[in-house]
């Protein structure tokens, strides 16, 4: 198989992949993103290692089913590809639509969207019935759930071959139908929208809105702490594609929002969000 995008998500599909026993090619177009996406999943491994979770050798055994690529090529000898590229559905049905001129007839293609139309992904293909969304979540090595997302077109043996995939992977899974957003992040992102609006209407301090849905509503991590996690400008995205998709208002994203993600102040991963990360 092949996972196109060495990202955060990429890096930890490949690496459940890997563990679960398949040969894995990652791909990116970046070998600077490969090396560093490479030495993440080492790193993670090593950690079970040390906590006795797996030896040294099992360790060895999955780092040698991971194969890095920058050459799109090389999906032509795969049974399966996971894009988990950036979430932008033009750049996406470009990559599914040169992917489908090189790879076998039998080969399905998932996507890891988080929000965006399969449908409309797989009608750019010759092969819309093998299109299909499998959606991680993040952390990937940890969380259990995959949103199994079938198309309009996606037939019941495209569905059932990654239904049993997931469960080679460890994974609960979930079916879903094309909606926007889906379940996860239709229910998700207005609550962090709203999270947002009451920062913004200054109801209260960040920390102090967290720390209510933390001890009031236990929740393992406050709204504002986890849109920080998973990246301000992807938490933008999806509530655009929510408030587009669907056309209510309740969807529509918080202006502060919008002003981070202009400002740069993309959460984790750029240093800023609703919190400072060293």
């Not at 979430?87 to 990559?95: A, G, T």
């Not at 962090?192 to 720390?211: K, L, Q």
């Amino acid at each position: 198989m092949m996972v196109v995008g060495a990202g955060q998500m990429g890096a930890g599909i490949a690496q459940v992949c890997a563990q679960a026993g398949f040969e894995v090619i990652l791909h990116d177009v970046s070998s600077d993103i490969l090396e560093e996406s490479l030495n993440q999943i080492s790193n993670r491994l090593a950690k079970s290692v040390t906590r006795d979770r797996m030896t040294k050798q099992e360790m060895g055994i999955i780092l040698s089913r991971l194969k890095p690529s920058t050459n799109l090529a090389e999906s032509a000898t795969c049974d399966l590809i996971i894009e988990a590229i950036v979430e932008v559905l033009s750049v996406k049905k470009d990559l599914l639509k040169r992917l489908d001129e090189i790879i076998p007839t039998h080969t399905i293609l998932a996507s890891n969207t988080s929000s965006l139309s399969i449908t409309e992904m797989a009608a750019v293909t010759n092969r819309p019935e093998k299109v299909i969304g499998m959606h991680f979540m993040n952390p990937v090595p940890i969380m259990k759930l995959v949103e199994i997302i079938r198309g309009l077109q996606t037939s019941d043996h495209t569905y059932d071959m990654i239904h049993s995939l997931a469960g080679q992977l460890g994974k609960t899974t979930v079916e879903v139908n094309d909606f926007p957003g889906f379940v996860s992040n239709r229910i998700l992102m207005p609550m962090i929208n709203e999270a947002i609006y009451t920062v913004y209407e200054g109801v209260a301090a960040p920390e102090d809105i967290d720390t209510v849905m933390k001890l009031g509503m236990n929740q393992p991590m406050g709204p504002l702490t986890l849109a920080d996690f998973i990246g301000l400008d992807t938490c933008l995205s999806i509530m655009e594609v929510l408030h587009e998709g669907f056309g209510d208002s309740k969807y529509r994203p918080c202006p502060l929002l919008k002003q981070y993600v202009k400002a740069g102040w993309l959460g984790k991963k750029s240093g800023r969000g609703f919190f400072e990360y060293k």
